[in-house]
């Protein structure tokens, strides 16, 4: 039975009748019709006093606060709804419920405000970092030509050609860090098509198979037929890109690297793989934060920004699939992620996919 106003009114006026009646039908001389008079008299008159009150003063102003707490918990209303169609025993349980998972859910709020402006203030402090090193390097080789070594023309085009190379540099980062926040705010999006994942990696090797050679790393892709994919192919090169690089960034000459495919049910696993420096345990689940290197000098003197597995890990979530990292310091690591089979093949090649 629903409690409300009229059932409270109901109840309390039952027993004040009954109580009233019980105590005149001990008086001597009260006959019947006396004795059912008072008792509906009581019973009329204990309602609708306890009804008034109960509705104007009372259920009226919860119902209000009610209402204002629905409102507020509009898209967070799960509990409220449940609680706000009358079904519910008592209506003080109600608010007091309903104040509890407001005050829960502003709890949340404000620990995940907290967490975001730790998150910002260290964010500002890495980019400033990050700025300044090249900006301070770049600086310092022109305002030494300044002051004098550009008569020299050996050191002149030496420094030069230094201040181009941290400029590049910066000029990478910022666009990093530009492609990163593009993809959070959703300025980005990615364009799931069907692809040839066989394609995307010979593009890759081809971009990248003079810096293997230079280190002497054996770089190979294991040779298939065509295996078409789902995904968005001008990201997933940049995946490629990204992984490969780093693979032959961290290997030491005469290593390997190798790319190879797993197919399975509905989704095709690629595995970058080398046999480099290898990452600690300590470090795996932080490589894919922004700005994290493992060691910091060692990547940076390897001219990394430590943005590039951010942003990879941004465009596997784009892709609903995310990376596996396994690796062995000193034996090497590999990545691997999964992407869904493609039914459809490609409507046509785009030869100008990768120029931006
Ligand atoms: N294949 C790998 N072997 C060993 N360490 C790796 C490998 N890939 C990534 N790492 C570690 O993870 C860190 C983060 O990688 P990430 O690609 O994000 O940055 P980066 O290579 O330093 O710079 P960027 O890719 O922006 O040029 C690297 O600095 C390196 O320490
Ligand atoms: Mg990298």
Redesign the pocket.
């Known amino acids: 039975m629903e409690l409300n106003s009229r059932a409270i009114g109901l109840l309390i006026g039952l027993l004040v009748s009954v109580i009233t009646t019980a105590f005149l039908f001990l008086i001597d001389g009260i006959n019947n019709t006396i004795l059912l008079t008072a008792f509906f008299l009581s019973l009329s008159s204990t309602y609708i006093l306890v009804w008034l009150v109960l509705e104007f003063l009372f259920f009226r102003h919860i119902d209000n606060i009610s209402e204002g707490f629905d409102k507020i918990n509009n898209t967070e209303s799960q509990i409220t709804d449940g609680l706000s169609n009358g079904t519910l025993l008592n209506p003080l349980k109600k608010i007091n419920k309903e104040i509890f998972s407001y005050a829960e859910n502003k709890q949340r709020e404000i620990a995940e405000l907290k967490k975001m402006e730790i998150f910002r203030r260290e964010f500002m402090a890495d980019v400033s970092h990050e700025l300044k090193t090249p900006i301070f390097a770049a600086q310092g080789f022109v305002h030494t030509l300044l002051d004098g070594a550009i008569e020299d023309k050996k050191v002149r085009s030496k420094f030069l050609k230094k201040a181009a190379k941290s400029l590049d540099g910066l000029d990478i980062l910022v666009h990093?860090l530009l492609t990163l926040s593009q993809i959070e705010t959703g300025e980005i999006k990615m364009h799931i098509v069907p692809f040839n994942l066989i394609r995307t990696v010979e593009d890759v090797f081809d971009q990248l198979e003079n810096k293997a050679i230079k280190k002497d790393i054996a770089f190979s892709y294991q040779k298939k037929e065509d295996l078409y994919v789902l995904g968005d192919q001008r990201r997933m090169y940049q995946v490629f890109l990204?992984l490969v690089?780093?693979?032959i960034?961290?290997t030491n000459k005469k290593g390997e690297v190798t790319i190879h495919f797993d197919e399975k049910d509905d989704h095709i696993a690629t595995t970058v793989k080398?046999t480099?420096?290898?990452?600690p345990d300590k470090d795996i689940n932080r490589?894919f934060e922004r700005f994290?290197?493992?060691?910091k000098s060692r990547?940076k003197e390897k001219?990394?920004?430590?943005?590039?597995?951010?942003i990879v890990k941004h465009i596997l979530e784009g892709h609903n699939t995310k990376m596996e990292v396994t690796?062995e310091v000193g034996v090497g690591?590999s990545?691997t992620f999964s992407l869904q089979k493609a039914k459809d093949r490609p409507i046509e090649e785009d030869e100008e996919l990768y120029d931006e």
């Open positions: 990093d990204n690089s780093n693979a960034k961290y080398d480099g420096d290898g990452i490589i994290y290197r493992v060691d990547s001219g990394g920004t430590g943005l590039g597995l951010a690796s690591s990545f």
